[in-house]
């Protein structure tokens, strides 16, 4: 009988006005509710009672600055970040990370193995990361694995690993992509009067009867000549024998020139040759640069 009275006590005190939660015979406590309206117009709830907001079916808290949303442990929740991934999330709102001037860690097997520090530096095995991207490895640091096929590129600074060994970078300015690696060859005539004649492979071999073969496709993208005094001719470079050249160079009452804009395309197997289109041209030498191409 005594336990009858208390337990009508205690249901008696917690329907009285000041009431935090309710008794609901059907479960073991149903909270108040509320719609979304009436919860911010407010009914002057004591700091710590419990609201179900019916609008959004989510818990709140009444804390001393309002009522806070308490995390739902829902799967199609957006108020965490879930195992199993997430839906209807906001890329402008929802984010993993800090909000304070706080690194912020990935770890596994309970050590960490990546940070992003607060200044924004990526480390991968490294605590203390003091680059953009900062790699400590006892092993292979990074891999970026060979494409049998040539991708679409788009902008400057993208890079791919070719099937033949090779890294290639696409520039934009030539819209290609072309080997990071960039390779010189040359040519040169030791005579004060060079005229009108193909000039040398620095072997000593006349380009007229040879030349530098290509191993595969590739492009000019840049050429340099330089002789003893000023003097005005035209460098000429050309392939497989022909006699138009396919790009060219004129110095002009100058000790020499330079272009690093050329964009010239050869293919593999085809041979590269130098002709020296002026007269009495004094000991004339030219490198030209190239780039594999994809």
């Given at each position: 009988?005594?336990?009858?009275?208390?337990?009508?006590?205690?249901?008696?005190?917690?329907?009285?006005?000041?009431?935090?939660?309710?008794?609901?015979?059907n479960y073991l406590m149903g909270l108040t509710n509320a719609t979304t309206l009436e919860m911010n117009a407010g009914i002057n709830p004591v700091?710590?009672?419990?609201?179900?907001?019916?609008?959004?079916?989510?818990?709140?808290?009444?804390?001393?600055?309002?009522?806070?949303?308490?995390?739902?442990?829902?799967?199609?929740?957006?108020?965490?970040?879930?195992?199993?991934?997430?839906?209807?999330?906001?890329?402008?709102?929802?984010?993993?990370?800090?909000?304070?001037?706080?690194?912020?860690?990935?770890?596994?097997?309970?050590?960490?193995?990546?940070?992003?520090?607060?200044?924004?530096?990526?480390?991968?095995?490294?605590?203390?990361?003091?680059?953009?991207?900062?790699?400590?490895?006892?092993?292979?640091?990074?891999?970026?694995?060979?494409?049998?096929?040539?991708?679409?590129?788009?902008?400057?600074?993208?890079?791919?690993?070719?099937?033949?060994?090779?890294?290639?970078?696409?520039?934009?300015?030539?819209?290609?992509?072309?080997?990071?690696?960039?390779?010189?060859?040359?040519?040169?005539?030791?005579?004060?009067?060079?005229?009108?004649?193909?000039?040398?492979?620095?072997?000593?071999?006349?380009?007229?009867?040879?030349?530098?073969?290509?191993?595969?496709?590739?492009?000019?993208?840049?050429?340099?000549?330089?002789?003893?005094?000023?003097?005005?001719?035209?460098?000429?470079?050309?392939?497989?024998?022909?006699?138009?050249?396919?790009?060219?160079?004129?110095?002009?009452?100058?000790?020499?020139?330079?272009?690093?804009?050329?964009?010239?395309?050869?293919?593999?197997?085809?041979?590269?040759?130098?002709?020296?289109?002026?007269?009495?041209?004094?000991?004339?030498?030219?490198?030209?640069?190239?780039?594999?191409?994809?």
């Open positions: 009988m005594k336990k009858l009275i208390l337990t009508t006590l205690a249901i008696t005190t917690l329907a009285t006005t000041s009431t935090i939660a309710q008794v609901d015979g700091v710590g009672s419990l609201l179900y907001n019916t609008d959004e079916e989510k818990m709140y808290l009444n804390t001393a600055s309002g009522f806070k949303k308490i995390p739902s442990i829902d799967t199609n929740s957006i108020d965490f970040w879930g195992a199993t991934g997430n839906t209807g999330s906001n890329a402008t709102t929802h984010f993993l990370g800090t909000t304070d001037l706080q690194d912020f860690i990935i770890k596994t097997d309970n050590s960490e193995r990546v940070r992003i520090s607060s200044t924004g530096n990526i480390g991968i095995n490294n605590t203390t990361p003091s680059a953009q991207l900062d790699i400590e490895s006892t092993s292979v640091p990074l891999r970026i694995q060979p494409s049998t096929s040539t991708p679409t590129g788009t902008e400057n600074g993208q890079i791919f690993m070719g099937d033949d060994g090779i890294l290639y970078a696409y520039d934009a300015t030539r819209v290609k992509w072309l080997s990071v690696d960039r390779t010189m060859i040359g040519w040169g005539m030791n005579s004060a009067t060079t005229t009108n004649v193909y000039l040398r492979q620095f072997n000593g071999a006349d380009s007229e009867n040879t030349g530098w073969r290509m191993l595969r496709n590739g492009t000019i993208t840049g050429i340099s000549a330089q002789t003893n005094v000023a003097g005005t001719w035209t460098l000429e470079i050309r392939k497989n024998d022909g006699v138009v050249p396919i790009t060219a160079l004129v110095i002009t009452a100058a000790d020499g020139n330079q272009d690093a804009t050329i964009n010239v395309d050869f293919n593999e197997g085809e041979f590269l040759q130098a002709y020296c289109n002026g007269i009495a041209v004094e000991y004339p030498e030219t490198l030209i640069e190239i780039a594999w191409r994809k």
